[in-house]
């Protein structure tokens, strides 16, 4: 792809008219939300929270996640060129995106990440992007749960009818008029840990909880 192509594409007017798409389209879902509230009494009694889920999962989220636009949630994004595409869709969405991934940039950006949680006390985390493996929970939300003193609460999304991509982590994309469900797990609390074999132990235990809401077509 041409560098030219690249910057058309990741312009303004490009990424306005993608994100107007993309609402356009999820209009057409009929969504349900379950278990959303546990986190929101969390928040609004003081504590913090992440919200996270699977690569695979986020596309079902983007209209419903507008709701949350007052929070003024995190959430971090990779430096690549599909990661600026999708960051001006969130940024669209009311979210205050912080660039940066496990493979560049990474330590600043959890510490940015780190202090927007601690004062605006709502986050987003993709807990194995932008490469995978799929069904693999990286130590970054571990990190920043610890960090930002935040409780996990994993989210899944389903679809009576999608299309499947053939990549990675199999990106669902729910099929026009689909009965779409966001379920909202129990939420996934991390205590102070002193040994990385403790930090491990964490990280093992919320990837076996939420490997149970990956798809598999």
């Known amino acids: 792809m041409s560098k030219r192509f690249r910057t058309i594409l990741t312009s303004s007017i490009a990424v306005s008219l993608l994100y107007r798409l993309i609402r356009g389209y999820s209009r057409t879902f009929r969504l349900e939300v379950e278990n959303e509230r546990a986190w929101m009494d ?7 929270a992440i919200i996270c889920c699977w ?6 989220a983007i209209r ?4 949350y636009r007052h929070y003024r949630p995190s959430l971090m994004i990779s430096r690549s060129f599909d990661g600026e595409i999708i960051a001006g869709v969130a940024s669209r969405t009311g979210w205050d995106v912080v660039r940066g991934s496990s493979s560049r940039g990474g330590r600043d950006a959890l510490t ?3 202090e927007k949680l601690r004062q605006k006390k709502v986050a987003a985390h993709i807990v194995d992007g932008p490469r995978g493996p799929a069904g ?5 939300i571990i990190r920043l749960a610890q960090l930002g003193g935040a409780v996990i609460a994993p989210f899944y999304a389903r679809a009576d009818r999608a299309w499947f991509f053939n990549s990675w982590d199999r990106f669902m994309i729910p099929k026009p008029f689909a009965r779409v469900t966001l379920r ?3 939420l996934f609390e991390v205590p102070r840990i002193s040994s990385p074999e403790e930090f491990e132990r964490h990280r093992f235990f919320l990837e076996k909880d939420m490997q149970q809401g990956l ?3």
């Open 42 to 48: 969390h928040v609004e009694s003081g504590g913090a």
């Open 55 to 60: 690569h695979q999962q986020f596309f079902s």
């Open 64 to 67: 419903h996640f507008r709701t």
């Open 112 to 114: 940015e990440m780190v």
């Open 136 to 140: 693999k929970v990286k130590a970054g």
């Open 184 to 186: 909202f797990g129990d």
């Open 215 to 217: 798809i598999y077509p």
